[in-house]
C-alpha cells in the first residue's frame, strides 16, 4: 500500500507541473487571440495574415486537447470521477476551440471559451496541491496504519470522495454565477425574444456543463454507495 501511495503522490505532483504548463500555453494561445480579435475589428475584418495566424492558434489548441486527453487517461484509471469530469470537459472546450479558429471563427465567444479553459485547470491545479498537502500532512499517520493494514486491500482512489464532491461543489458554484451572468448581459432574454445564435450557444455550454456535474455526483455516489 506505501508503495501504490508513493505513485500516486508521485502523479499528483506530476499532473499539477503539466496542467500548470498547460494554463502557461493557454494564457499565450488566448493573449494572441484577443490581440488578433482586436487587429480585425471584433472578428469582422479577417485578412491573409489574420487567417494564417488563426490557423496556428487552432493547432495550438489541438495540441494542448491531445496532451490533456493522455492525462485524462491516467485519472480515469485511478477512479477519480469528478477530476476526468472536468479534464473530459476541458478536453472537449480545447478542440471545439481549435475548431472554431480553424474556420476563422474570431469573436468574444472564444476569448470567453479560454478563459474557462484556464479557469477550469487552475480549479484542478488547486484542487490536487489541496490533495498533496493533505497526504503530507497526514503522512506519519498513514504510515501507522500501513504497517497495520494487511495486502490484497481494494486499490484507494487518486483522491478520496470527499475532496471530489467539494470540487464538484465549486463547479456548481462557478456554473450559477456564469448563468447569473449570462441573464444580466441579455435581459432580453426574459421578454422571449428569439435568441442570437452565440446566445444559443451559451445557453448549450450551460447546460452542457450543468449536466456533466450531475452524471460525475451519480458516478461518485455510485462509486462510494455501490450501485
Do not use: C, W
Request: net charge negative; hydrophobic share 30%.
Amino acid at each position: 500500500r506505501r508503495y501504490e501511495s508513493l505513485q500516486q503522490e508521485e502523479m499528483l505532483y506530476e499532473l499539477v507541473r503539466d496542467l500548470k504548463g498547460y494554463v502557461d500555453t493557454q494564457r499565450e494561445l488566448r493573449e494572441k487571440t484577443q490581440e488578433l480579435l482586436v487587429r480585425t475589428d471584433g472578428g469582422t475584418s479577417i485578412r491573409r495574415t489574420a487567417k494564417k495566424a488563426l490557423k496556428k492558434l487552432a493547432q495550438g489548441e489541438t495540441e494542448l486537447a491531445d496532451g490533456l486527453k493522455e492525462r485524462l487517461t491516467a485519472i480515469q484509471e485511478e477512479g477519480s470521477t469528478a477530476f476526468a469530469v472536468i479534464v473530459e470537459d476541458v478536453e472537449i472546450d480545447l478542440r471545439e476551440l481549435a475548431q472554431m479558429l480553424g474556420r476563422y471563427e474570431l469573436s468574444r465567444l472564444v476569448v470567453g471559451i479560454q478563459d474557462e479553459v484556464i479557469h477550469d485547470l487552475e480549479d484542478l491545479i488547486g484542487a490536487f496541491e489541496d490533495e498533496i498537502e493533505r497526504r503530507q500532512e497526514d503522512q506519519q499517520q498513514q504510515q501507522q496504519q500501513q504497517q497495520q493494514q494487511q495486502g490484497g486491500q481494494q486499490k484507494q482512489p487518486l483522491v478520496p470522495p470527499m475532496v471530489e464532491l467539494k470540487l464538484l461543489k465549486r463547479l456548481q458554484d462557478d456554473l450559477n454565477q456564469k448563468a447569473t451572468r449570462f441573464l444580466e448581459r441579455n435581459p432580453d432574454l426574459k421578454k422571449g425574444d428569439d435568441l442570437t445564435d452565440r446566445q444559443r450557444r451559451v445557453l448549450e455550454r450551460l447546460s452542457h456543463q450543468q449536466g456533466r456535474i450531475r452524471e460525475a455526483l451519480e458516478e461518485l455516489k455510485a462509486q462510494v454507495f455501490g450501485g
